[in-house]
């Protein structure tokens, strides 16, 4: 009887523990000054919203927003700009990646060639497949990622691309549909996609953690070459955030694959075409140019720019060649006074079937000879006239 009675009173206590709680609580409410009490329910609410906030924030940070896109594809194409350098090939790595991480298949895709010694590297040592088209019709899948540049362009059919997903860092009007993060102000479009990766969540190959995403050696090491090549090894157009994601992407690399992307062997032609840069160049003042003649590899141009930005008391370079019926543009800035970007637009604004653009320190431009020479709605420029433009346009003038 007496345990019996025990084990009738425990639940009989608890409950009436647990009225009496209550009404402890509502007599403790009742009595409380009202602005105290007003004070702890602004004080709940605002502890409420602000989780709601953190919340929100969180999962509309663009990282998951991204990740959530993907998620909803069975596949999509991951398109880069024409000829891609390292910094579109590095930034297609990180949005497969994630697209990885949530079962989502991928293909790369790039319109024209990839020619440099150091993009030719990347590709092997790194293994990397990379799809080349011609046309829109060469792409099978349905929804489109472009990367470090944010309209389609150089394959037929490239305006009637819609992508989903645009990520980049040059300028421009060009958007996805679904996600847009287009950031001017950083060095690299590597940088964004490190940002992604890092709000994710990344973990080694050996690691044990259960982050969502695999950061390999091979992924680091392509994306902080990435951030090098896109900001002549964090010497030019930096922001903090390219330091941050290079200093976040250091452990990671295989550094033995880095040394042969950033020194393979350099064709006979390129360093021609260096040299003829520099014996070549035509020079006022502070600024240089150089035609370089008709080339077989237009990517060199790029590379006698550089070289040219070596000489003692040069400021800002243009070198220009042709290929194809195509004059190839290439400019560097180290000069405040000089948008290099701005420059190259300006001076070829008024040619027919002409493009040219880019930022502070770095530009680039083509052309159609013809059109140059006159066909069309123009008079026509000569390669003196021409060059006399670009010289104006780098001193800032404007005719």
Not at 373 to 392: C, H, W, Y
Request: with cysteine.
């Amino acid at each position: 009887m007496h345990t019996r009675g025990v084990g009738i009173a425990r639940p009989l206590d608890a409950g009436t523990a647990t009225s009496d709680s209550m009404v402890g609580v509502v007599e403790t409410v009742e009595t409380m000054d009202p602005l105290v009490l007003s004070l702890v329910l602004v004080g709940l609410v605002a502890l409420i919203l602000g989780g709601w906030w953190v919340f929100r924030w969180f999962s509309r940070s663009p990282a998951n927003r991204l990740r959530r896109l993907l998620r909803k594809q069975d596949e999509v194409a991951i398109v880069m700009h024409p000829n891609p350098d390292p910094d579109a090939m590095a930034s297609a790595m990180g949005v497969a990646a994630i697209a990885d991480s949530v079962d989502t298949e991928t293909t790369y895709y790039h319109p024209g060639e990839i020619r440099h010694q150091e993009n030719r590297a990347f590709r092997t040592v790194l293994e990397v497949d990379f799809e080349t088209i011609e046309s829109a019709s060469d792409i099978e899948e349905e929804t489109v990622v472009l990367v470090d540049h944010n309209t389609a362009r150089g394959f037929t059919g490239s305006e009637l691309v819609e992508p989903l997903i645009v990520v980049d860092h040059h300028p421009g009007n060009g958007s996805g549909t679904a996600f847009t993060d287009v950031r001017t102000e950083y060095g690299a479009a590597s940088t964004i996609l490190v940002e992604y990766l890092e709000s994710i969540g990344v973990r080694g190959p050996d690691d044990d953690e259960e982050a969502p995403i695999e950061l390999t050696s091979d992924l680091a090491t392509g994306l902080l070459y990435g951030i090098f090549s896109d900001t002549n090894h964090l010497t030019k157009g930096c922001s903090d955030a390219d330091f941050d994601a290079a200093s976040f992407l250091f452990p990671r690399i295989d550094e033995e694959k880095l040394d042969r992307i950033a020194n393979p062997s350099v064709s006979d032609e390129v360093l021609q075409i260096k040299a003829e840069a520099i014996q070549k160049k035509r020079v006022e003042g502070a600024f240089a140019i150089c035609n370089v003649g008709e080339i077989s590899n237009v990517d060199a141009i790029p590379q006698a720019a550089d070289e040219l930005m070596h000489l003692e008391g040069v400021t800002a370079v243009v070198v220009y060649g042709a290929n194809d019926g195509t004059m190839h543009l290439s400019g560097r800035s180290r000069d405040d006074r000089v948008h290099m970007g701005e420059a190259l637009r300006h001076a070829v604004s008024d040619i027919p079937m002409a493009s040219a653009g880019g930022h502070a320190r770095m530009g680039g431009g083509t052309l159609s000879i013809e059109h140059m020479n006159g066909l069309g709605p123009s008079d026509g420029v000569t390669k003196a006239e021409f060059e006399q433009r670009i010289f104006s346009a780098m001193a800032g003038e404007r005719s």
